[in-house]
């Protein structure tokens, strides 16, 4: 069965950080491109960020631009997304998600995606 799953969630304080790992099973990352998405409560999820892992390249929200980072462990096949500089407006589950190929230039709308983790929470709160 193919699944994603992430983890690494939690609560931290404001301007502090957190790594979130998307670990995939059943499959190798290899070929895809991974999204990250963030749904706050009773909002639909917002796309964070994409990783192409054929080319390397990436691309980012406005709103985390130069806060997060996305990698990655080709040992591990493991995706990581590094976040920095946490605010409350981080708050949220964070989802990742598959989609074949290259992240498209509509990245940032879930229904490109194919394949989805079951999310991890993360709070930013004092």
């Known amino acids: 069965q193919w699944q994603l799953v992430e983890s690494g969630g939690g609560l931290v304080q404001p301007g502090g950080s957190l790594r979130l790992s998307c670990a995939a099973s059943?499959?190798?990352?290899?070929?895809?491109?991974i999204g990250w998405f963030r749904q706050a409560p009773g909002e639909e999820p917002e796309g964070i960020s994409c990783?192409?892992?054929?080319?390397?390249?990436?691309f980012f929200n406005e709103t985390v631009k130069g806060r997060f980072t996305v990698s990655r462990d080709s040992a591990k096949d493991t995706v990581y997304l590094q976040m920095n500089s946490l605010k409350a407006e981080d708050t949220g589950l964070y989802y990742c998600a598959a989609t074949g190929g290259l992240c498209s230039w509509q990245w940032y709308r879930p229904g490109e995606y194919r394949f989805w983790g079951q999310g991890t929470r993360v709070i930013v709160s004092s």
């Open positions: 059943g499959f190798t990352l290899e070929y895809y491109a």
């Open positions: 990783i192409s892992l054929n080319d390397g390249s990436t």
